[in-house]
T-cell receptor, first 115, second 116 residues
Framework: AQSVTQLGSHVSVSEGALVLLRCNYSSSVPPYLFWYVQYPNQGLQLLLKYTTGATLVKGINGFEAEFKKSETSFHLTKPSAHMSDAAEYFCAVSDANQAGTALIFGKGTTLSVSS | GAVVSQHPSWVICKSGTSVKIECRSLDFQATTMFWYRQFPKQSLMLMATSNEGSKATYEQGVEKDKFLINHASLTLSTLTVTSAHPEDSSFYIC????????????FGDGTRLSIL
């Protein structure tokens, strides 16, 4: 079975500061890993994904994440936070060997950005 | 990019009524659609997986007769909450993906269901 753990349900940073949202996964098979962002009362928007190849993945809005198999981690970072980054962030995993399987989500991390 | 449209975005209805939520893939063929439920301040919980032309696969604990899912075409899936009660109030989100290997899921904007 697969699972995702997001450390820290709430992260607060100042505008311009580094953003680090942590995600660890558990999977007995090669994983596909995703980060999604959700604004209030909206669906999820894909920030970035890791499937195969380069372990450092760049996404939209200046976010990036690095797949570290040895640490079973896929932490999301952004060098400089912007007020518009305040939202809920979800890390998710799916089974790379079974295309079409559902995503397993972490519990989410609320990012607050102060001026 | 791929777009998934979900309708309605918000619905309020009386207890005992049935509510249908539509999920459409606008610019791609969605061989698989997923339905999730999200409670306030919580993560998304998968309710069911539906593949076009076949019966949906429900997750454990999800009542099939309560949450009817139809995926009759490659661009449309519907979720009908039958005889809805206040405890069914939630945020329901659909997602869709195409047929090729590592296609990501594209999410609709969700439907907020409030049962009075």
């Amino acid at each position: 079975a697969q699972s995702v753990t997001q450390l820290g349900s709430h992260v607060s940073v100042s505008e311009g500061a580094l953003v680090l949202l942590r995600c660890n996964y558990s999977s007995s098979v090669p994983p596909y890993l995703f980060w999604y962002v959700q604004y209030p009362n909206q669906g999820l928007q894909l920030l970035l994904k890791y499937t195969t190849g380069a372990t450092l993945v760049k996404g939209i809005n200046g976010f990036e994440a690095e797949f570290k198999k040895s640490e079973t981690s896929f932490h999301l970072t952004k060098p400089s936070a912007h007020m518009s980054d305040a939202a809920e962030y979800f890390c998710a995993v799916s089974d790379a060997n079974q295309a079409g399987t559902a995503l397993i989500f972490g519990k989410g991390t609320t990012l607050s950005v102060s001026s | 990019g791929a777009v998934v449209s979900q309708h309605p975005s918000w619905v309020i209805c009386k207890s005992g009524t049935s509510v249908k939520i539509e999920c459409r893939s606008l610019d791609f063929q969605a061989t698989t659609m997923f339905w999730y439920r999200q409670f306030p301040k919580q993560s998304l919980m998968l309710m069911a997986t539906s593949n076009e032309g076949s019966k949906a696969t429900y997750e454990q604990g999800v009542e099939k007769d309560k949450f009817l899912i139809n995926h009759a075409s490659l661009t449309l899936s519907t979720l009908t909450v039958t005889s809805a009660h206040p405890e069914d109030s939630s945020f329901y989100i659909c997602s869709a993906r195409g047929s090729t290997g590592n296609q990501p899921q594209h999410f609709g904007d969700g439907t907020r269901l409030s049962i009075l």
